[in-house]
């Protein structure tokens, strides 16, 4: 099922699990080895402790973390459809010419972001949380907090804003009531 070798890092068993639960919760297989390299480095650091399990076995702690990685990358998946979603409706909605000119500004907004905020704009397009590209890229969170502003700060001002803002709709006035 998976191509991933974890073989004497994590007991098979722990791989069967994450197999299991990856099957019970329908993840397309195209996913599953992603999936499986978010999960195991947090099993291989996962320490089970009876005293604060509330009564639960090893196997149902592990099996708690494990489906909690898959809610978060499902999450990041149906957030990363509803950007795709947004910005088709966006297309459709517009000329050729004004989806040419939408490329071509989220062409310079992303020229003017630095090498490190780049990798950290393409993570947050494909859905990934800001802790779990802070993992990826083995730096501290508030790092890619800081990143996300300025990401955000760049793509304002080239008028980027619908990429930021799912509320956003660039024909949207102001009534009395706001």
Request: charged residues 30%; proline residues 3%.
């Amino acid at each position: 099922m998976f191509a991933n070798n974890y073989a004497g890092m994590v007991p098979p068993e722990v791989l069967e699990l994450i197999a299991r639960r990856v099957r019970y919760y329908r993840i397309r297989a195209d996913e599953h080895d992603d999936l499986q390299q978010q999960i195991v480095p947090l099993l291989m650091e996962f320490r089970y402790d009876p005293a604060i399990s509330n009564g639960a076995s090893e196997t149902t702690a592990m099996t708690a973390v494990i489906d909690n990685q898959i809610k978060v990358h499902r999450r990041a998946n149906r957030r990363h459809q509803r950007r795709i979603e947004r910005m088709q409706t966006q297309v459709r909605e517009s000329t050729t010419d004004a989806t040419a000119d939408l490329r071509l500004d989220l062409k310079n907004a992303m020229t003017q972001l630095s090498e490190q905020d780049r990798v950290i704009c393409q993570h947050l397009a494909q859905g990934h949380t800001t802790t779990d590209i802070a993992q990826r890229l083995n730096c501290c969170r508030a790092t890619v907090d800081h990143a996300v502003w300025r990401i955000r700060k760049t793509f304002e001002d080239t008028g980027l804003k619908i990429w930021i803002d799912p509320n956003y709709t660039p024909n949207h006035t102001k009534t009395e009531e706001e």
